[in-house]
């Protein structure tokens, strides 16, 4: 059974350490994967910016993401009505048990409860199995995004029923 809770300040270091566990198989991937690795090894500081929801499977946390609102702050490539995602993750252990879908959907419920006209996240190609998940939940990339480290990102975006503009051009709307 999955439990799907709101993030505490004391899953902080379990967050963390769950982020390098999900990322360190693109270690390769990433040009500056010491810098890269910095950043994601501080997965808990993005509760700033959202709201960190986590997963716990058998007493552990098992995923993580973070979901930021609309008319929040986020990276210029999204509009700022939209509800995005970040930093999805599950721990190696614990895929294929439908944690990355489960995590998705809280977010696309707090972004329907939030009134998004729409939902998005970035993500590379890298990710062989998160991508088309996304997809499959009805993302359509519209636009590039920038590449981090070497990896490049594009923009994907779910219309929630306000967003019809979003057409999937290549080019933000």
């Given at each position: 059974m999955v439990l799907i809770r709101?993030?505490?300040?004391?899953?902080?270091?379990?967050?963390?350490?769950?982020?390098?566990?999900?990322f360190d198989e693109f270690r390769n991937d990433f040009?500056?994967?010491?810098?890269f690795r910095k950043k994601i090894a501080n997965m808990s500081a993005l509760g700033s910016l959202g709201e960190?929801?986590?997963?716990?499977?058998?007493?552990?946390?098992?995923?993580?993401?973070?979901?930021?609102?609309p008319g929040a702050p986020k990276a210029e490539f999204f509009r700022p009505e939209w509800s995005v995602m970040r930093m999805l993750?599950?721990?190696?252990?614990?895929?294929?048990r439908g944690i990355g879908r489960i995590l998705a959907e809280?977010?696309?419920?707090?972004?329907?409860?939030?009134?998004?006209?729409?939902?998005?996240?970035?993500?590379s190609e890298l990710m062989k199995v998160a991508l088309p998940m996304y997809q499959r939940m009805g993302f359509h990339k519209v636009a590039d995004g920038p590449a981090i480290h070497g990896v490049a990102y594009g923009i994907y975006v779910k219309d929630l029923g306000g967003a019809a503009e979003c057409t999937g051009s290549g080019q933000l709307p």
């Open positions: 709101d993030y505490q300040p004391r899953d902080a270091a379990q967050v963390d350490a769950l982020a390098l566990r999900a040009v500056d994967w010491p810098a960190i929801i986590v997963a716990e499977a058998d007493g552990e946390i098992a995923g993580a993401v973070v979901y930021i609102g993750v599950v721990s190696p252990e614990a895929r294929g809280e977010c696309l419920r707090r972004a329907k409860r939030d009134g998004a006209p729409a939902f998005a996240l970035h993500t």
